[in-house]
Nanobody
Framework: QVQLAESGGGLVQPGGSLRLSCAAS????????MGWYRQAPGKQRELVAV???????NYADSVKGRFTISRDNAKNTVALQMNSLKPEDTAVYYC????????????????WGQGTQVTVSS
């Protein structure tokens, strides 16, 4: 069984900062990428940022220059530093890991956390 435990959400004023963290545990191996997605009310879930095991990153245009994703491969953790937050960043943020439940060979799956609420409001 695989668990992704998220932390760090909350309420922040516009222009403020938050740091989200996520730790993957259980039978998950060969994690190719870890990332963050978000879903605002009435909208589809969208990619925020993703980082590969090699350190390559990809960001949504709306967060470039404001958010930074980082990863510790040894600990299977990923973090999202969010600066200059805007009201439109308000959403439930989900941690994602793309990996396998087999150590050496086997299919890859998307694993998801339960989500953490980020609210940007004055």
């Amino acid at each position: 069984q695989v668990q992704l435990a998220e932390s760090g959400g909350g309420l922040v004023q516009p222009g403020g900062s938050l740091r989200l963290s996520c730790a993957a545990s259980g039978s998950i191996f060969r994690i190719a990428s870890m990332g963050w997605y978000r879903q605002a009310p009435g909208k589809q879930r969208e990619l925020v940022a993703v980082i590969t095991s090699g350190g390559s990153t990809n960001y949504a245009d709306s967060v470039k220059g404001r958010f930074t994703i980082s990863r510790d491969n040894a600990k299977n953790t990923v973090a999202l530093q969010m600066n200059s937050l805007k009201p439109e960043d308000t959403a439930v943020y989900y941690c994602n890991a793309y990996g396998s439940n087999q150590r050496i060979i086997g299919p890859m799956y998307d694993y998801w956390g339960q989500g953490t609420q980020v609210t940007v409001s004055s």
